[in-house]
T-cell receptor, first 116, second 114 residues
Framework: AQKVTQAQTEISVVEKEDVTLDCVYE???????LFWYKQPPSGELVFLIRRNSFDEQNEISGRYSWNFQKSTSSFNFTITASQVVDSAVYFCALSGGMDSNYQLIWGAGTKLIIKP | DGGITQSPKYLFRKEGQNVTLSCEQNLNHDAMYWYRQDPGQGLRLIYY???????QKGDIAEGYSVSREKKESFPLTVTSAQKNPTAFYLC?????????????FGNGTRLTVT
């Protein structure tokens, strides 16, 4: 069975602190994709990053970075020098199995609160 | 700019009434999806469509119906058979249904049934 676990229900930090959101996944597939999406208060989910199972290189995009480790089945997301605008719910998702996008497995989300 | 438009943003209905949520995209995407979001939970797939005039049930299709008569439009009807319809509904699309394509989302419709 496939599963995505975001154990942190809610995280609250003060602006400018670094924060890491955890994502642990389970899958028996050798080929799969992992995603992070951001859901601000407006409700729309915004795609942040996709990583395929053959690419374990970490990625940095401005203040955002992602650490993919197949050995621990984790795909963690770090925000450096957090800002109030980073406040949102963040979802991790897994796409595996058949060649179809509909089999996205979603984590429950982590609500991130950045206090000024 | 291209995107997905969901309307209305808020919808209120009495129990026992059917209600239709609109989803329109001008991204020229083949595949479209409906998700339901409940507080503290991840998204759950209701229906998806890979091509015009074809759609498939997702994980929680009971009490819902869809149509895909045009590439741009994928309306969702919440029927009176849906036992707990109050939720946030999100429409999404991808260029195709190939695994790995990131989803593009609309702003969602918050449905309240009393």
């Amino acid at each position: 069975a496939q599963k995505v676990t975001q154990a942190q229900t809610e995280i609250s930090v003060v602006e400018k602190e670094d924060v890491t959101l955890d994502c642990v996944y389970e899958t028996r597939d050798t080929t799969y994709y992992l995603f992070w999406y951001k859901q601000p208060p407006s409700g729309e989910l915004v795609f942040l990053i996709r990583r395929n199972s053959f690419d374990e290189q970490n990625e940095i995009s401005g203040r955002y970075s992602w650490n993919f480790q197949k050995s621990t089945s984790s795909f963690n997301f770090t925000i450096t020098a957090s800002q109030v605008v980073d406040s949102a719910v963040y979802f991790c998702a897994l796409s595996g199995g058949m060649d179809s996008n509909y089999q996205l497995i979603w984590g429950a989300g982590t609500k991130l609160i950045i206090k000024p | 700019d291209g995107g997905i438009t969901q309307s209305p943003k808020y919808l209120f209905r009495k129990e026992g009434q059917n209600v239709t949520l609109s989803c329109e995209q001008n991204l020229n995407h083949d595949a479209m999806y409906w998700y339901r979001q409940d507080p503290g939970q991840g998204l759950r797939l209701i229906y998806y469509s890979q091509i015009v005039n074809d759609f498939q049930k997702g994980d929680i299709a009971e009490g819902y119906s869809v149509s895909r008569e045009k590439k741009e439009s994928f309306p969702l009807t919440v029927t009176s058979a849906q036992k707990n319809p109050t939720a946030f509904y999100l429409c999404a699309s991808t260029p195709s249904s190939v695994r790995g394509s990131p989803l593009h989302f609309g702003n969602g419709t918050r449905l309240t049934v009393t």
